[in-house]
């Protein structure tokens, strides 16, 4: 993927208990990392979660790709980065984390939502609409 398409970009630490009896990051906290992320864009992009529910909009994840490719360990920094595009209704969030210290991929991953409006499926036009600029 291009470094321009990128259009977020978060930095977090690993946590010592997000560690496995491995010593690395457990595979399921990339899944939090991705999903704080997308939040923390949400939030910059002045359409917050809480802005969304308030309105009726639900968010729902429908498929998670994850590739890990490099391991995280306890201290490591990550830049978790992200770019958006819409295909039909769906929202796919394409991810990257990187380690920030030795600048190697640790996952990819593509993450697709689709949108519940007042409970049920909607072609999303609200969210796309909020966050045309970043489409």
């Known amino acids: 993927m ?10 977090m630490k690993v946590r010592d208990y997000e560690i496995d009896s491995e010593g690395i990051v457990n595979n399921a906290n990339y899944l ?22 308030e309105n009726g909009i639900d968010p729902v994840l429908n498929r998670i790709e994850v590739d890990y490719k490099t391991p995280l360990r306890s201290g490591d920094v990550m830049l978790s980065k992200l770019w958006v595009e819409m295909k039909g209704v769906r929202f796919i969030f394409h991810q ?14 593509l993450v697709s939502c689709v949108c ?18 970043y489409l």
């Open 96 to 109: 990257e984390i990187y380690n920030k210290m030795t600048g190697e991929l640790s996952i990819k991953a």
């Open 32 to 53: 939090h990392y991705l999903e704080h992320t997308r939040h923390e864009f949400c939030n910059m992009a002045g359409f917050s979660f809480r802005k969304m529910q």
């Open 2 to 11: 291009a470094q321009e398409k990128y259009i977020f970009m978060l930095e």
């Open 116 to 133: 519940l409006e007042g409970g049920k499926l909607s072609r999303g036009e609200v969210l796309a609409e909020a966050f045309k600029q």
